[in-house]
Antibody
Framework: QVQLQESGPGLVEPSGTLSLTCAVS?????????WSWLRQPPGKGLEWIGK???????EYNPSLNSRVTFSIDKSKNQFSLNLNSVTAADTARYYC??????????WGQGLLVTVSS | QSALTQPASVSGSPGQSVTISCTGT?????????VSWYQQHPGKAPKLIIY???DRPSGVSDRFSGSKSGITASLTISGLQAEDEATYHC??????????FGGGTKLTVL
């Protein structure tokens, strides 16, 4: 069974960089899957941030493209998100998920990140 | 405002059936058979319950079923149980590696 676990700071200052890591167990990042980041602002719906492949190819939501960067570390079986120049609008619960053929078939528990000074 | 329109809430009594709609456009729901549905209990991660409009992952109850007509996809839950009380999200592929999401529907089991 594939399990994902997000980690990182729960509080980020405005204009700073939000950095999160997703540790994967039960599946190897060497296999041909894409891995996505999504977020859910409080009381709102989900938003797709982007995805990274096992070969480190990336695709980003155009609305966040200029601020977001993904990376993958297959030796640690984890992948990461960096979102810079954050504002209060970036306050959300952030999820990592496996993108398996047009569906998100495994999710992390999510991590609430608040942007505030 | 979400790209896919879902009702904010629905309700039903145990044993009844409820249907949750998810309305998109000709460039997402109508264009692709890649609509998926997720169940989310409070404080928990979303769980995939329907993919490719009508398919169920292994282990998901057959009380959950999906369908699509034109720009509207639907999730039907039959034989409602207390454990079905949750928020349900629809997601549709919209081409060029992009996705659109519904705002989520809170199901209350009366």
């Amino acid at each position: 069974q594939v399990q994902l676990q997000e980690s990182g700071p729960g509080l980020v200052e405005p204009s700073g960089t939000l950095s999160l890591t997703c540790a994967v167990s039960g599946a190897s990042l060497n296999f041909p899957f894409w891995w996505s980041w999504l977020r859910q602002p409080p009381g709102k719906g989900l938003e797709w941030i982007g995805k990274i492949s096992y070969t480190a190819l990336t695709e980003y939501n155009p609305s966040l493209n200029s601020r977001v960067t993904f990376s993958i570390d297959k030796s640690k079986n984890q992948f990461s998100l960096n979102l810079n120049s954050v504002t209060a609008a970036d306050t959300a619960r952030y999820y990592c998920a496996r993108d398996g053929n047009f569906k998100f078939d495994a999710w992390g528990q999510g991590l609430l990140v608040t942007v505030s000074s | 405002q979400s790209a896919l329109t879902q009702p904010a809430s629905v309700s039903g009594s145990p044993g009844q059936s409820v249907t949750i709609s998810c309305t998109g456009t000709s460039t997402d729901v109508a264009a692709y058979n890649f609509v998926s549905w997720y169940q989310q209990h409070p404080g928990k991660a979303p769980k995939l319950i329907i993919y490719d409009v009508t398919d169920r992952p292994s282990g998901v109850s057959d009380r959950f079923s999906g369908s699509k007509s034109g720009i509207t996809a639907s999730l039907t839950i039959s034989g409602l149980q207390a454990e079905d009380e949750a928020t349900y999200h629809c997601i549709s592929y919209s081409g060029s590696s992009t996705w659109v999401f519904g705002g989520g529907t809170k199901l209350t089991v009366l």
